[in-house]
């Protein structure tokens, strides 16, 4: 895990309703294109491409973003066949998938996978979660709603205007799946079908929603850890264990404590197990590229991004010269 590596640009978001944009669903690689292709003056002759057995091999790197060891996956050329590639490599369903994120956990909008996935890029997987019916009085034309899918049939929700209608039902989040309207089911329509729908509702009636959320990581929590008791079920994590402490010290706790806070922050779980398991790994290390070569090798399959690990370092710090 060397430290200071570049990140790729942001790839474009997926298609909003106000903004349909044709063509969607495959999926390019940032990589260069093969020699002999068009340049600033266009295409020229020169050599074919390879054959595909003579390509080279595109793995990426997945997780599903409430928390998982990482997979990798390849070969495929749209959103469909990546989610079926994902749900393959965690044995899921591949109705299971609803969107996916590029380089973050968060339900965060602005990292949407869309046409383009770079080398460099890890993708994280929101996968089906708690179910709801939410009943909603139309008090103003304009719900307050921007409308996104995945290229695969699920229609969610991407930004919730402040102040409007939807604004103010607080069991109406970002990312939540909108699967039908008054009993109508929505599964396989495009965004502006959902959009048009929810804008011909007749104002001043109640209609229904039901929606579906991505799972979150406290659903995990009994899974990962069990509050740290044995025999509190499977654990998730690189399959050689995890370190088992001593009695710990105060400088210790303290870091353990901090370490967790950290991965709460960052992958959106909370396991003191494996945040002992890092104070123990980093405590003794004399520079954050030790950190990152000491996690690599014992908790690789976690693949921590560059700037958790600094703060982990940092944290570690803190706690050995008793800044609490």
Not at 22 to 35: H, S
Not at 79 to 95: N, T
Not at 268 to 283: H, Q
């Amino acid at each position: 895990m060397p430290l200071g590596l570049g990140r790729r640009k942001k790839a474009p978001p997926l298609v909003e309703n106000e903004e349909a944009e044709p063509g969607r669903g495959g999926l390019g690689v940032g990589e260069p294109g093969p020699l002999g292709g068009g340049g600033a003056g266009g295409p020229q002759m020169g050599l074919p491409p390879p054959p595909p057995a003579l390509r080279p091999r595109l793995v990426f790197h997945t997780q599903l973003a409430h928390g998982s060891p990482t997979g990798r996956i390849e070969g495929f050329t749209n959103v469909k066949e990546l989610y079926g590639k994902i749900a393959e490599a965690f044995r899921l369903p591949a109705a299971e998938v609803m969107f996916c994120t590029l380089n973050t956990h968060k339900v965060d909008m602005d990292k949407l996978l869309g046409g383009q996935i770079g080398l460099e890029d890890f993708i994280f997987a929101h996968i089906k979660g708690q179910r709801k019916e939410v009943e909603v009085f139309k008090s103003e034309e304009a719900l307050g709603l921007t409308i996104t899918d995945n290229g695969a049939g699920y229609a969610f929700i991407k930004r919730i205007k402040e102040g409007s209608v939807i604004d103010h039902i607080q069991l109406i989040s970002v990312g939540d799946m909108i699967e039908a309207i008054n009993g109508q089911s929505l599964l396989g329509c495009r965004h502006y079908e959902v959009a048009r729908l929810l804008k011909e509702l007749p104002r001043g009636r109640t209609f229904t929603l039901k929606l579906t959320e991505p799972r979150k990581a406290f659903d995990m929590i009994s899974v990962r850890s069990g509050g740290g008791r044995p025999g509190s079920g499977p654990q998730l994590g690189t399959g050689r264990g995890t370190l088992r402490l001593r009695a710990p010290s105060a400088f210790e706790e303290k870091a353990i404590e901090k370490v967790d806070d950290l991965l709460e922050s960052y992958m959106g779980i909370r396991d003191t197990e494996l945040a002992a398991t890092m104070v123990e790994l980093g405590k003794d290390k004399r520079n954050p590229d030790e950190l990152a070569e000491a996690l690599d090798e014992r908790l690789g399959d976690f693949a921590f991004p560059d700037e958790f690990v600094f703060d982990v370092w940092g944290a570690i710090g803190d706690a050995k010269v008793g800044r609490f």
